[in-house]
């Protein structure tokens, strides 16, 4: 029974994780930029969520009402004031300012919340459901139900509407896409939109179940990192598989042997199969392919 | 609400680094003694009634360890000024030699170096964490000196088979020491559920209470052990929730301290008895974190607070307040660590009434225990306190209250039994 626990927990837990790792995928998939400041982005989210939380009192899955969209600005904010002026190797360029744009971010955190741990505690974050022995953390059940909207909203906003054609065909071919007139800068602005606001979900759930601060987001980008390489660069489907496979691994392996081995396991699943499968799961083939 | 003054995360106050950084360190060590021109011995005799006793300290005033550095220092200072009011060390006053280290394993060595055979100190004491006091007390054995030191109770520095390392604190593996013998006391053999973030100091702890609560019958259903990057608590929780464990037994730092005890509402779990490292001490952010209802029982240990009666911490408290300001509930513990080093000193060297290290170490060795401000103390072979009584407190009625060990401070009477989550209490 505690076998099931753990692949239930693991499935739960993967699906917020999938919407952390999301955005970062569908900016690498778009933009080839790997997004180094996913991770204060995240914990960016918690922090919104947890000041509305605190000094208004409005209950985080509400605030994300508020927090997406100012999370969707500062990621367009962020494409057009650092990114778009790039004009040489903008690849590697914007890593950097990638990288830039979190240590900074988390300096700013630092300053105005100070090192000290917070956590969102609302009235249902200890409740859970009981099957028999088996229990759903109410949080997890929420989260996880949020994450299938959320990801199901950007699933079909990339493959059922004009502006999902535009994003993909930046994917497939940037300089086609140019060429049918597709304003790919705007493309790639939502499309960190997106991702940031993504960041902003994720991270409401990741103040609600951690306590946290600016510090926590380098144990959390090594780990979407992980996540999206695996999936396949690109993939979101990718990216939702391999989350709850790598927690699924983590957590049987934490109960079964113990949880020192559980990281390390998926490490070893991981590059086994890109030893076997260098693009991931689902890589950026695939992806064009759909 | 009274908030418990811990000084530091466990994991901050043990650090360790690479053994590739402590090589070299032991290398520039071994240069600096072959170029050193000095013919250098163990300070010996009673020396000059007049000439002051001069210690010799190396402390961190800047650098990772900077802040708790300086608290060690103001300790120092603290108890040579309350010694030199009460007749010094033999009657000769007595002078504290400092040198910084920038928090360096490798500045370390040096200053111990230069403090022995430049300065010709007559003692030297311990610098800040386990990561300093490791190569510092190598260095004093190589010149055949004693350190008596507070701060550095990391495994790495007993296992290196020193003679000459003597720490007046609890050790890591003596921090859960009073938990144990209540529990052991107190309760028939039960199950106990174990699960601790690999830390250098955390584990060690747990492995300490867990080793002396085997040998008194209690049976370990549960043993987890997490790394610190683990975000995710749910299956370590879920396999404590599953073995029904009346007594857990956590090496937490705040957040995971938080986190296993909202993973352990969800899992409808509540055991009789539940000790963390660290994360109850956190006072209101604790509090915030689990919700108020649910921190009724939860108990957490502690190696000093400014209310304990221990011998002489009255004064030192008094004294402390009257050199460097403040309040009683924001002096360091570090500050308690170095005055306690200095108490075993004063009180071994005025019974050999002589100032040779070799007679302070032998003295040290025969099983003599001493008194501290934290409590009593006695060494065992590795030159750990054998006697070491960290007190425990536990959450009752929304503040956090002393109640172990018995007959010390005004401990108030403990809750043997943690009362269902939500129930406060």
């Known amino acids: 029974m505690l076998v099931l626990q753990a692949i239930i927990d693991g499935i739960l837990v993967g699906g917020f994780y999938a919407l952390m790792a999301g955005g970062l995928t569908l900016v690498f998939g778009v933009m080839d930029i790997v997004n180094f400041a996913q991770g204060i982005l995240v914990v960016l989210g918690a922090y919104l969520s947890y000041a509305l939380y605190s000094h208004l009192n409005i209950d985080p899955f509400l605030s994300l009402l508020i927090t997406i969209p100012v999370m969707f600005v500062v990621g367009i904010a962020v494409y057009w004031t650092m990114i778009k002026p790039i004009k040489q190797d903008r690849v590697i360029m914007s890593l950097l300012v990638m990288f830039a744009v979190g240590t900074v971010a988390e300096g700013i955190l630092d300053l105005i919340f100070s090192s000290n741990l917070v956590e969102i505690h609302t009235s249902y974050v200890n409740s859970s459901v009981r099957l028999g022995s088996l229990v759903f953390p109410a949080i997890y059940l929420y989260a996880f139900a949020m994450s299938v909207v959320l990801l199901g909203g950007v699933y079909y906003l990339l493959y059922r509407t004009r502006f999902g054609r535009s994003l993909r065909a930046s994917m497939q071919n940037p300089t086609a896409a140019r060429l049918v007139g597709i304003n790919t800068d705007w493309v790639s602005a939502f499309t960190l939109g997106i991702g940031v606001g993504l960041a902003a979900a994720g991270g409401m759930v990741f103040g609600l179940t951690n306590s946290f601060d600016a510090a926590s987001s380098y144990d959390l980008i090594s780990r979407l990192l992980a996540i999206v390489i695996f999936g396949g660069f690109g993939s979101l489907s990718g990216a939702l598989i391999a989350s709850i496979v790598m927690l699924v691994i983590q957590d049987l392996v934490a109960v079964v042997w113990s949880p020192t081995w559980g990281q390390t396991t998926f490490y070893l699943v991981l590059v086994l199969v890109l030893l076997l499968r260098p693009q991931g799961l689902l890589g950026r083939k695939a992806v064009r392919a759909q | ?425």
């Open chain 2, 1 to 425: 609400m009274f908030v418990m003054k811990l000084h530091g995360k466990p994991g901050q106050r043990h650090r360790s680094r690479s053994a590739g950084l402590l090589a070299a360190g032991a290398a520039a060590a071994l240069v600096l003694a072959a170029c050193s021109s000095s013919g250098s011995s163990a300070s010996s005799g009673s020396g000059s009634s007049t000439t002051p006793i001069t210690i010799g300290v190396s402390v961190s005033l800047s650098g990772d360890f900077s802040g708790d550095g300086l608290a060690t220092k103001q300790g120092y200072e603290t108890w040579a000024a309350f010694q030199n009011a009460h007749g010094g060390i033999l009657g000769r006053k007595i002078v504290l030699d400092f040198l910084s280290d920038g928090s360096s394993p490798t500045q370390v060595i040096t200053n111990y170096q230069k403090l022995i055979t430049v300065n010709h100190v007559n003692f030297v004491v311990g610098p800040y964490s386990t990561l300093l006091t490791k190569p510092a007390s190598a260095i004093a054995n190589r010149y055949g000196y004693v350190m008596i030191e507070g701060i550095g109770g990391g495994p790495s520095v007993f296992s290196q088979g020193l003679k000459n390392v003597f720490d007046v604190s609890a050790s890591a593996a003596f921090q859960l020491i009073t938990f144990a013998k209540w529990l052991a006391s107190t309760h028939q053999p039960e199950d106990i559920a174990y699960a601790s973030m690999t830390d250098p100091f955390l584990q060690p702890m747990l492995d300490g209470a867990r080793s002396y609560l085997t040998a008194h019958g209690f049976k370990s259903v549960v043993y987890k052990l997490y790394p610190l990057e683990t975000t995710d608590y749910t299956p370590i929780a879920s396999a404590i929730a599953a073995s029904k464990a009346p007594v857990v037994v956590l090496g937490t730092m705040p957040p995971d301290g938080y986190a296993f005890v909202q993973d352990l509402i969800q899992d409808k779990f509540s055991p009789k008895v539940l000790i963390e490292a660290s994360g109850p001490d956190q006072g209101a952010a604790f509090v915030k974190a689990v919700g108020a209802s649910n921190t009724g029982g939860i108990m957490v240990p502690n190696t000093w607070y400014p209310g304990s009666t221990y011998y002489q911490n009255a004064q030192m408290v008094a004294l402390y307040l009257k050199m460097f300001g403040g309040t009683a509930d924001n002096i360091s513990a570090d500050v308690a660590e170095a005055f306690s080093t200095g108490q075993v000193l004063t009180q071994a060297v005025d019974h050999n009434k002589s100032t040779s290290n070799s007679a302070l170490e032998s003295y040290l060795h025969s099983d003599v225990t001493f008194s501290s401000v934290q409590g009593p103390v006695k060494f065992l072979a590795d030159g750990e306190n054998g006697a070491a009584t960290p007190f425990v407190f536990q959450w009752q009625k929304g503040t956090l209250q002393d109640v172990l060990p018995a007959g010390v401070a005004k401990p108030v009477p403990i809750m043997a039994a943690k009362p269902a989550w939500g129930a406060g209490g």
